[in-house]
């Protein structure tokens, strides 16, 4: 059976091409006693603008609104310069970009990992982390987002 975020999602991908957007991710949360709906665009030749995420906003609002059947608030932003990662095409896409990993299981002692992505392959992660390689199987990946290194501005 399909989750809310699986039905959202399905609702809400070809209205996003529609306008050039790609989807990115999608939360369906509580948070501070409030529903919220977190939707997560991007364009792939240039940046989210505001009229982008109003005009995603108002094709999806009406059927959204009726997969959902108590209140909530519904967000379209950009997923920001930490952008999650979460499909095999994004390790691919941000080869040689720092990234975060949240691990289901510790790997050499660690749960938590940020390093150079170096490769992505054969459904597994090569970063380079304090000098050495690590492998991490996509499997393991809880969570995942690019780390923006204010360091180098």
């Not at 991710?25 to 240039?46: A, F, N």
């Not at 920001?80 to 896409?93: M, S, T, V, W, Y």
Request: hydrophobic share 40%; aromatic share 10%; glycine share 6%.
């Amino acid at each position: 059976m399909e989750s809310t975020v699986q039905k959202i999602e399905k609702i809400v991908t070809p209205e996003a091409e529609k306008l050039g957007l790609s989807l990115v991710d999608v939360e369906y949360m509580q948070d501070g006693g409030y529903w919220y709906v977190r939707i997560y665009v991007e364009k792939l030749d240039g940046d989210v603008n505001l009229e982008d995420c109003a005009s995603l906003s108002g094709n999806i609002e009406d059927a959204v609104d009726q997969l959902i059947d108590k209140k909530f608030f519904l967000e379209v932003s950009s997923p920001g310069i930490e952008r999650p990662l979460k499909k095999e095409a994004d390790f691919i896409r941000f080869t040689g970009e720092k990234i975060f990993v949240a691990l289901k299981h510790k790997i050499h002692e660690k749960r938590n990992v940020e390093g150079i992505l170096l490769v992505y392959e054969n459904q597994t992660l090569l970063l380079e982390v304090e000098g050495e390689e690590l492998q991490i199987p996509f499997s393991e990946v809880k969570k995942s987002h690019l780390v923006f290194d204010f360091d180098e501005f």
